[in-house]
């Protein structure tokens, strides 16, 4: 059986809305994108490539996978690119039929029982990188195995909260 892990840059204050940068995610007229990218050094990076080293297949949601296949295909000779562009890719989406980027497949219909039976089958963990409302569904059907949460040392005060998330479906199960 496969872990699914979740992969996700925080803010102090538990933002993890556009890391990257304000293109990113602009829901609710959000202008802190790119909160991440000062953060990012040397260390980080060995940090990072230690994680990505080891095999996976990405699981991520609709608007998560637009953002990276809008980027990574196109970035050359870097180790992530080659990583994100060469292994399968899961993309749960209600609006999409078709995906352009290689070695990605649709889960649209009867989500919770698509990923149980992908999590079933032998193969490398699937992690969950972004993907907010992704990550609320897995845990609310309680498919989630480990949750990776990089702080960074940043506030910004409002934006999609991690723990908002994680708070919404305990008090759903209480």
Same mark, same amino acid.
């Given at each position: 059986?496969?872990?699914?892990?979740?992969?996700?840059?925080?803010?102090?204050?538990?933002?993890?809305?556009?890391?990257?940068?304000?293109?990113?995610?602009?829901?609710?007229?959000?202008?802190?994108?790119? @909160?991440?990218?000062?953060?990012?050094?040397?260390?980080?990076?060995?940090?990072?490539?230690?994680?990505?080293?080891?095999?996976?297949?990405?699981?991520?949601?609709?608007?998560?996978? !637009? +953002?990276?296949?809008?980027?990574?295909?196109?970035?050359?000779?870097?180790?992530?690119?080659?990583?994100?562009?060469?292994?399968?890719?899961?993309?749960?989406?209600?609006?999409?039929?078709?995906?352009?980027?290689?070695?990605?497949?649709?889960?649209?219909?009867?989500?919770? !029982?698509?990923?149980?039976? %992908?999590?079933?089958? &032998?193969?490398?963990?699937?992690?969950?990188?972004?993907?907010?409302?992704? +990550?609320?569904?897995?845990?609310?059907?309680? %498919?989630? &195995? !480990? +949750?990776?949460? @990089?702080?960074?040392?940043?506030?910004?005060?409002?934006?999609?909260? %991690?723990?908002?998330?994680?708070?919404?479906?305990?008090?759903?199960?209480?």
């Amino acid at each position: 059986m496969r872990k699914i892990v979740i992969n996700t840059f925080i803010t102090l204050d538990g933002v993890m809305q556009a890391p990257g940068g304000p293109e990113e995610d602009p829901t609710g007229n959000f202008k802190y994108g790119g @909160w991440s990218f000062h953060y990012w050094d040397e260390m980080m990076g060995k940090t990072m490539g230690e994680f990505m080293d080891k095999p996976f297949e990405l699981l991520l949601g609709r608007k998560t996978y !637009e +953002i990276f296949a809008s980027h990574w295909p196109y970035v050359k000779g870097d180790p992530t690119a080659d990583k994100f562009n060469t292994t399968k890719k899961y993309v749960v989406t209600k609006s999409l039929s078709k995906l352009n980027w290689k070695n990605s497949f649709i889960i649209k219909n009867n989500v919770a !029982e698509e990923i149980k039976k %992908l999590k079933a089958t &032998d193969g490398p963990e699937l992690q969950v990188h972004g993907s907010s409302k992704l +990550i609320k569904a897995l845990i609310n059907d309680k %498919l989630v &195995d !480990e +949750i990776k949460i @990089w702080t960074f040392p940043v506030t910004v005060g409002k934006g999609k909260q %991690l723990f908002n998330l994680l708070m919404l479906n305990h008090q759903a199960q209480v």
